[in-house]
């Protein structure tokens, strides 16, 4: 059976272009070995304040089983319950460059015109390799922000293959399609991504905002003044970009929209995807909420931890023989 990996950061709020990825998530669960993990190491990299990351990961855990994934099928868990993350992660820094590492497009962004940078932000993608290739990965399910550190992954078992003989599975990504490789863009300005850490709360959609307002956001998105529903991410982005929300919600595609809605304002194309992204996120937020109360996911969490340590541990015991330490 096929494995699957990937994370997600609990910082910040999910947002429809997370939501889309992890969407993909649940695809996977039925035909491959599922391991999804809620990457709080990761999210040190920039500054927490700790009541708030605490409550954020149990948060993430309890939405990524809102949203659909079967704690039954998958492997659920948190990254800094298995240690051996920072250990193959420690290794693998030996194994990759300084001029890579300052290559990495996500690096640049986040530390532009930051005062001060931490090493662990710099080597970000190295632990990201070490989530990845500790578990036997075949497919990785990401976001296209994440491809070049996918790249990079790949480039690390690589060489590591090359020196040491066939250690790691060299993992391949896997992007959601979205139409013409569309990115979900920011509702109040159409030519930026969709992000966590734009300040304007209806410049997004999160999972966890309150129908009303998603409501406002979706009905004071940004169009244009031509009145015209058409798909063109240059000319129109922002009529494009209500298109590809509806359409990843609906399942129905793009050109249908753009006949369906022919002729019509812009303001009827907005109520019915204020409809359609409600309808879908209400009973996701009712089921957060109740696992959340009973507890469960605490039970759900340990025993991620345990299927992921007994996949781990004997890759982690691999990686240290080839390099040359002891086990016993
Ligand atoms: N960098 C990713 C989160 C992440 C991840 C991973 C994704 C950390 N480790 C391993 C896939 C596989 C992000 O910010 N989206």
Redesign the pocket.
Known sequence: MKRV?????PTGQIHLGNYITMKNFVKQQDEKDCLY?V?DM?SITLPQDPETLRKSIIELAALYVAIGLDPNKVTLFIQSQVAAHAELAWILNCFSYMGELSRMTQFKDKSEGKQVVTTGLFTYPVL?AA??LLYDTHY?P??ND?KQ?IELTRDIANRFNNRFGEIFVVPEPMIAKVEDGARIMSLDDPTLKMSKSNPNPHSKITLLDSMAQIKKSIMRATTDSEAIIKYDLTEKAGVSNLLTIYSQFSGDSIPSLVEKYEGQGYGTLKKDLVEVVTAELEPIQNKFHQILQSGDIYDVLKQGRNRATEIATPVLDRVKQAVGFVTY
């Open positions: 990996f990937s994370g997600v950061q993990c990457v990761h990201m989530d990845i990785v990401v976001g994440q550190h």
